[in-house]
């Protein structure tokens, strides 16, 4: 197999693969027709009738999965919470005891990207069409419906509140879950030589279980909920792209034929990049796509109140960092509560959970070499304070046109999230030229993330190959745009949340078993045995 070169980051909705990166996650020992397994089949077989269902019965669907997030929710809600909660612990007392010692590769491995490389990938991980979407739309929303009533809407308290509590969506508890994924699997593969799969790191927990029927169900639960996260991510993207066209040419075009002819459109483009192995200029267009990123940040700190946005922005941190536990453990108590968390929180903790696997496989195939210490601290921490600054610039810039001049950023965002981003950059100078930046950046997010979407659900449902067939990468690309398109055509964004949630509830019990069986190699190690 060929060394690997250096990979550049790929921003995605959320991550980054290549075909031709064939990484050194073991290949599995298997026949070259027999990528179309059980896995494969399964999973496929699952999703068409999923799509049937919601094409030709959307109201009888919606219904049905309205009362099971309700339930789900009402229920259980608090271990979208709890457990992120817990894995932040479980990571720092892996971080600050002898297991952090450990390397992720053998014991004499060392980092095969310098240290400024390794982050910069770590911050395209998960930057995508999300922060384009809530940039503006969740702090702005909360500052006049403030999270849980602790504030008077409106008020410089709800400022504060507005960005602790998205902070408390996009930070740390995100990124624990990707961290104990991107542990586990980087441990098992390079450290014990397993394939790139979730199923082969659960052999401690259930042993032999773990090659059968009880494995191939785990790795089809990863493929549903991996996909339901990605076509989440679609369906606001095509969203965000026909509120940036309206904008640009004054039309009308933010209706769902427009929505879904996008998708249609987009997913021609990257299940034909997928299908061709051509990454070259995927790198490209990543490169391109985080430094518009960048340049988009720092226009609106300058174009906007630039002290007043430092300020809250220290302000917010502190207050998230000091109230941290008691916002982490804040659960509805009634049934306005439990709605406004399934808007917000829920979903926000379901989604990343959904992405768990898909960032964990990234994190991981970047991190060889790292020791358990450097992985936790910096993934838990850079990207954390990385997009706290991105909601506080943009998020806080909506909030003081607001209050300063009654813009009506925040009223229109409650109704319709969509219409945040692009109402921001309509109060700023240059709107044309940012407003085709913003639209840029989205449909890079959405080519470049779908097509690594696509990539990595064929590996999947290879048992691990990383040179899939095309046909398998074909039949992905094809499931993912139309299960976006089905869900904006069935409920629009209330859907795609939907399905999220759902998908996400049983994969909480893969994350508790996945740490379970991480502590139990790690002890097992014999860098731990013998110390």
């Known amino acids: 197999m060929p060394q690997d070169t250096p990979a550049e980051p790929r921003p995605a909705g959320q991550t980054t693969f290549l075909p031709e990166e064939a990484e050194r996650f073991p290949e599995s020992p298997q026949s070259p027709g027999s990528s179309l397994n059980a896995v494969f089949w399964s999973s496929v077989t699952l999703i068409v009738a999923f799509i049937a269902v919601a094409g030709f019965w959307p109201e009888r669907m919606n219904t049905a999965a309205s009362a099971a997030m309700n339930w789900v929710t009402a229920t259980s809600g608090w271990s979208l919470l709890i457990i992120p909660l817990a894995l932040i612990g479980l990571l720092l007392v892996l971080a600050f005891t002898r297991f952090g010692r450990i390397r992720l590769g053998p014991d004499d491995s060392r980092p095969e990207y310098p240290t400024y490389a390794w982050i910069a990938m770590l911050l395209g991980a998960v930057m995508g069409i ?15 419906d403030p999270p849980h009533g602790l504030t008077e809407a409106g008020s410089q308290e709800a ?20 961290a104990i994924f991107g542990l586990a699997i980087g441990y098992s593969t390079h450290r014990l030589g397993n394939k790139g799969l979730v199923s082969p790191i659960l052999r401690p927990l259930i042993g032999r279980h773990a090659d059968g029927a009880v494995g191939k169900t785990v790795d089809v639960m990863v493929i549903v909920s991996t996909l339901f996260g990605t076509t989440t991510s679609l369906g606001l993207g095509a969203a965000q792209i026909s509120q940036g066209l309206s904008q640009i040419t004054g039309l009308e075009l933010t209706t769902s034929g427009v929505q879904i002819s996008i998708i249609a ?38 174009a906007g109140p630039t ?17 941290f536990v008691e916002i982490s453990l804040m659960l509805p108590t009634e049934a306005d509560d439990l709605q406004w968390m399934q808007w917000w929180t829920y979903f926000m903790m379901a989604w990343w959970i959904s992405w768990g696997a898909f960032v964990g496989v990234f994190l991981a195939r970047i991190s060889r070499g790292r020791t358990i210490r450097q992985f936790v601290l910096v993934v838990l921490g850079v990207p954390s304070l990385v997009f706290s600054l991105w909601f506080s610039v943009f998020g806080g810039s909506a909030m003081w046109m607001d209050l300063e001049r009654g813009t009506g950023i925040g009223e229109a965002a409650v109704e319709d999230v969509n219409t945040a981003f692009f109402g921001l950059l309509d109060q700023l100078p240059l709107t044309a030229l940012t407003s085709v930046v913003a639209v840029v950046l989205v449909v890079l997010y959405f080519v470049t993330g779908a097509d690594s979407n696509t990539y990595v659900l064929s590996v999947i449902s290879s048992d691990g190959r990383m040179n899939p067939q095309r046909s398998v990468m074909g039949v992905w690309g094809v499931l993912t745009g139309a299960t976006a398109a089905v869900l904006l055509y069935a409920g629009g964004l209330q859907a795609l949340q939907t399905v999220v949630m759902l998908s996400a509830a049983p994969f909480i019990f893969v994350i508790l078993a996945l740490a379970v069986s991480l502590v139990m190699m790690l002890r097992r190690d014999p860098l731990v045995l013998k110390s």
């Open 159 to 178: 400022v504060i509140d507005a960005l602790r509590f998205t902070f408390l969506d996009w930070g740390i508890h995100a990124w624990a879950v990707f």
């Open 307 to 323: 002290s007043w946005l430092i300020n809250i922005f220290f302000r917010s941190l502190g207050s998230y960092a000091g109230g």
């Open 265 to 302: 459109l987009i997913t021609l483009i990257f299940t034909a990049s997928a299908m061709s192995g051509v990454g070259r200029g995927i790198r490209y267009l990543s490169q391109t796509t985080m430094v518009l990123a960048a340049a988009l940040l720092i226009f609106v700190l300058l």
């Open 130 to 144: 999300g922060l384009i979407t809530y940039g503006v739309a969740e702090p702005v929303s909360h500052l006049f």
